[in-house]
């Protein structure tokens, strides 16, 4: 069963950092690109960043881009975002997502964590 | 980037009663890649349609998606008790991946 387990959330003030994780189990962790997708309280979804399997190719929203840093661990099956200059706009439940299968459509996500709440305040 | 404009914002309906979602896109989404997905509160979106028709594993045949171009739609055919929740729908063809706004199925 793919479980998907993010941590790292709390509050922080505003300029100040965060690293989320997600432990990745029931699958082959090394085979798939993963993604991370946020929700702020109230608001719809949106995609934040993506890596590739190997964590050679990382892709970024524009909004975090220069902010926010994605990296993978393959041997600890986990995922990171490192979350740096935050801002109020920032505050959201963050999941951890990934994709269906492996054809290669790396943005159509099949399994969600629970997410992890990230609230930027001071 | 392709703008999903998601039509009604709220939808008001009985159980047994059929829902139809719309969503509408900028440009034309790519070879209809189109996902739908469900919210229910406190809850991770849970995928229901990709590929604009085709149902994922495990959701009922009471759902189905149609359209391609730019004018998708969600059909829920006979309302169950648990489909009042939240509906988004999702380009995945091009980058960034974008979601509508969300509409909200909510008991009459």
């Known amino acids: 069963e793919v479980q998907l387990l993010e941590s790292g959330g709390g509050l922080v003030q505003p300029g100040g950092s965060l690293r989320l994780s997600c432990a990745a189990s029931?699958?082959?962790?090394?085979?798939?690109?993963m993604s991370w997708v946020r929700q702020a309280p109230g608001k719809g979804l949106e995609w934040v960043s993506g890596i590739s399997d190997s964590g050679g190719s990382t892709y970024y929203a524009d909004s975090v881009k220069g902010r926010f840093t994605i990296s993978r661990d393959n041997s600890k099956n986990t995922l990171y975002l490192q979350m740096n200059s935050l801002r109020a706009e920032d505050t959201a439940v963050y999941y951890c997502?990934?994709?269906?299968?492996?054809?290669?459509?790396?943005?159509?996500?099949?399994?969600w964590g629970q997410g992890t709440l990230v609230t930027v305040s001071s | 980037e392709i703008v999903l404009t998601q039509s009604p914002g709220t939808l008001s309906l009985s159980p047994g009663e059929r829902a139809t979602l719309s969503c509408r896109a900028s440009q034309s989404v790519s070879s209809s890649y189109l996902a739908w997905y469900q919210q229910k509160p406190g809850q991770a979106p849970r995928l229901l349609i990709y590929?604009?028709?085709s149902r994922a594993t495990g959701i009922p045949d009471r759902f189905s998606g149609s359209g391609s171009g730019t004018d998708f739609t969600l059909t829920i055919s006979r309302l169950e008790p648990e489909d009042f929740a939240v509906y988004y729908c999702?380009?995945?063809?091009?980058?960034?991946?974008?979601f509508g706004g969300g509409t909200k199925v909510e008991i009459k």
């Open positions: 029931g699958f082959t962790f090394s085979s798939y690109a």
């Open positions: 999702q380009q995945y063809g091009n980058s960034p991946p974008t």
């Open positions: 590929g604009a028709s």
């Open positions: 997502a990934k994709p269906r299968d492996r054809s290669g459509y790396y943005y159509l996500w099949g399994y």
